[in-house]
């Protein structure tokens, strides 16, 4: 066996520093799959002077473009001899300098960069604390005429997300006093005696009940602990351990504890209107759960937390504010509406319904169920039906003789807008056969009760008044002029919903005979 033939240890690799290591150094897109969402974010690919393979994330390109500047300062100085200038600047701002020179290139000086950025960019006009700014643009809202329902909507959004960055935020010397008004809450919401007798078996409450009474803590007033030591072993153990359940399950929300902490702390510091970003945005939207508290929210959560966030910030962006430069949401994503076909009752539901409301209470709510029905009338707190029910001159406005609704602009939800319903004969019908007040005494109860056994949703029979008017006559145009919504969402949502025999029944609704009789009898 010769010399040659005798194995050879192997070498070491030597790491060589690629020729013009400046060039390659290079600033690329890249994006992850990070927690199930996709994450783009730019890179720095490339070799430091030492040969050492660089690799560093940036969330935006600015930042990475300024890193890269850096870096080539540095790789070129290695082989570049360096000038020994004077200066004030320090060693830092030299560097900055540096970076920034090598950004520019030829195209630009340093001084035409300051020059625009001077006259394009400037700080908000005032700073305007998140708190302050939500409660103004809601009162700004308010005097626009957007409806109750919006505004309370809003105002959950925006409040919610303001106190989750304001703690997210929130210094580290402050988390031991988080911490002690956490506990301080806790203590301040026990159970009551009302909420342990729940969490127990119902066979077992009168006798704990008998003995509260007799020890006289029958009040939520008095801590249930007052009487733990009358009962039973048996009652004692199971009632202290529902307690203790209880109280273990307790979670002040954000805005609680962040109301907490503004008494505790003055002042406490809350983040700027111009001083969020994109990432707090997306990190608060990322944070919402679902009823559950455990699982992730909706997608559609996710949008409509985002739009209301979104008319916030768009709000005071305007050039009449300028409480911040850019609307941090707009570069959000936003996923596809990937809703179903909006609910709406078949003509035997319809039909059952108004057979029922006919003879429930001597028919006190069946003059609302109609024009909700018949008329499309929107409901709830605000809608067209409450402010038109709350009108001093109602028979005005529902207009039997010329067979015509007039929603006005103060009743409309556009405001502004005016438009008219035609009254069909199977509404005239029942508009004439229940004269009554459109809201009677009592009417929330009577119709919660009507909702809840028919399992009617809100817009449910906005939802068939479109369905069933396309179906019977065919056009878009009058279904949307009727119902005071746009075409483009009556094709969308509505059209072949409903079948044309279903729309011809629907419309042939009448009070039954039976009804009629049960009335006449009453």
């Not at 690329?28 to 393979?53: C, M, N, Q, W």
């Not at 002042?267 to 945005?281: G, K």
């Not at 029942?430 to 109860?445: Q, S, T």
């Not at 949307?480 to 025999?501: C, D, F, M, P, W």
């Amino acid at each position: 066996m010769t010399v040659n033939d005798k194995k050879q240890p192997k070498r070491k690799a030597r790491t060589r520093l690629p020729k013009s290591a400046a060039d390659k150094l290079r600033v690329v897109e890249r994006s992850a799959t990070e927690h199930g969402y996709l994450v783009k974010f730019f890179a720095i690919d490339g070799y430091a002077p030492d040969g050492r393979r660089i690799r560093k994330r940036f969330k935006t390109r600015d930042e990475a473009d300024g890193e890269l500047a850096i870096l080539r300062v540095s790789v070129t100085n290695e082989k570049t001899a360096l000038h020994s200038v004077t200066t004030r600047l320090s060693s830092l701002q030299v560097s900055e300098a540096e970076a920034a020179f090598n950004r520019l290139g030829k195209r630009y000086s340093l001084g035409d960069a300051v020059e625009y950025y001077l006259k394009h960019f400037a700080e908000p006009d005032e700073r305007k604390e998140l708190p302050e700014a939500i409660r103004v643009f809601l009162d700004d809202r308010a005097r626009a005429g957007v409806r109750e329902r919006s505004l309370t909507q809003l105002r959950a959004t925006l409040e919610a997300f303001s106190a989750w960055l304001t703690l997210d935020l929130l210094p580290d010397n402050l988390a031991l006093e988080l911490k002690r008004v956490k506990a301080k809450l806790a203590n301040s919401n026990r159970a009551t005696l009302r909420e342990i007798l729940l969490a127990i078996p119902q066979i077992e409450r009168a006798e704990i009940r008998k003995i509260a009474g007799e020890n006289g803590a029958a009040s939520d007033a008095v801590p249930p602990s007052k009487f733990f030591a009358a009962l039973s072993a048996a009652l004692r153990k199971k009632t202290e351990a529902a307690a203790i359940t209880l109280d273990g399950n307790f979670q002040p929300s954000n805005r609680v504890l962040v109301a907490a902490l503004v008494e505790a702390v003055k002042p406490l510091p809350v983040p700027a209107v111009h001083e969020v970003t994109s990432d707090d945005v997306r990190r608060y939207l990322r944070a919402l759960k679902a009823k559950d508290g455990k699982a992730a929210a909706a997608r559609k959560t996710w949008n409509n937390y985002r739009a209301d966030i979104h008319a916030f910030f768009a709000w005071t962006s305007d050039k009449q504010r300028r409480w911040t430069g850019e609307n941090p949401v707009t570069d959000i994503e936003k996923f596809k509406d990937s809703r179903g076909l909006p609910s709406a009752l078949t003509v035997g539901e319809v039909r059952e319904l108004m057979n029922y409301v006919a003879t429930y209470k001597k028919g006190k709510i069946a003059r609302y169920f109609a024009l909700a029905l018949f008329a499309g009338l929107r409901t709830g707190p605000k809608g067209e039906l409450d402010k038109l029910a709350a009108h001093r001159d109602v028979a005005k406005y529902i207009d039997l003789a010329r067979g015509v609704i007039h929603v006005q602009p103060e009743v409309s939800k556009t405001a502004g807008s005016y438009r008219q319903i035609i009254i069909r004969p199977n509404l005239a019908a029942w508009l004439l056969a229940f004269p009554g007040e459109i809201y009677p005494a009592n009417h929330d109860r009577l119709i919660k009760h009507v909702r809840s056994r028919f399992h009617l949703g809100h817009d449910v029979l906005r939802h068939t008044f479109f369905s069933m008017h396309v179906a019977a006559f065919k056009s878009i145009g009058e279904a949307a002029l009727e119902g005071g919504n746009t075409e483009a969402i009556v094709r969308k949502h509505y059209l072949n919903l409903s079948s044309y025999q279903e729309g011809e029944q629907f419309w042939s609704i009448f009070l039954s005979a039976r009804s009629s009789l049960a009335l006449l009898e009453a």
